[in-house]
């Protein structure tokens, strides 16, 4: 089958650096999303990885590794906005959108 | 520009009652999507349209359907509500459907089925 897994809630300090991971296990792959979700909104899009790499924009950078099945979303110099759920997202081989549970990230002062 | 709106933001309603959530779209994108949301799981696809004219069932069809009379509106209706149907709901768009397009969301229905 599918699956996402990443880790239910992490806690980091504000102003520090912190790193989300996401597995999946896809029926082919096409990419990887990840979304942001404040708590009672709905989620906004962060970043879109198709090769392996690192890409950043802003204090925002998200890494694939195609072969371990693997990505991360690395969040730099917290902000207590940044408080939110933040989801893993992958598209398999039929460009179906297969949905992680989400990440809730509570930043402390 | 109003992006994506959707109506109600919140509804109570009996089991057995029929309901329709409102979604619509100011960006003519051509795909448009219903998710829904519950604790503890990923946003989960309903239905889905393509193009005016054209939908498709996702991973949770059952209990809902829709329709896509034109690019902007695709409403979603609960023919006869159930409480596994309590849910938060989000209606999504995005240029063409699919292939690695971001998506848009709308602010989302809190739905509570007694």
């Known amino acids: 089958g599918q699956n996402i897994d990443q880790p239910t809630e992490m806690t980091a300090t504000e102003g520090a650096i912190v790193q989300i991971n996401c597995t999946y296990q896809t029926s082919g792959f096409n990419g990887l999303f990840w979304y942001q979700q404040h708590a009672g909104e709905a989620p906004t899009f962060l970043s879109y990885?198709?090769l392996d790499g690192l890409e950043e924009k802003g204090r925002f950078s998200s890494f694939l590794s195609r072969s371990k099945g693997y990505s991360y979303l690395l969040l730099k110099e917290l902000q207590m906005k940044d408080s939110a759920s933040y989801l893993c997202v992958a598209l398999d081989s039929n460009y179906q959108l297969i949905w992680g549970a989400g990440t809730k990230l509570i930043i402390k002062p | 520009i109003a992006g994506i709106t959707q109506a109600p933001t919140s509804q109570i309603l009996a089991a057995g009652r029929r309901m329709t959530l409102r979604c619509t779209q100011d960006m003519r994108h051509n795909a448009m999507y219903w998710y829904r949301q519950d604790l503890g799981l990923g946003l989960r696809l309903i239905h889905y349209s393509n193009t005016a004219g054209t939908t498709g069932k996702g991973e949770v069809p059952d209990g809902y359907s829709v329709s896509r009379a034109n690019t902007d509106d695709f409403p979603l209706t609960l023919a006869s509500a159930v409480p596994s149907q309590t849910s938060v709901y989000f209606c999504a768009s995005s240029e063409d459907g699919g292939r690695g397009e971001t998506q848009y969301f709308g602010p989302g229905t809190r739905l509570l089925v007694l």
């Open positions: 990885n198709v």
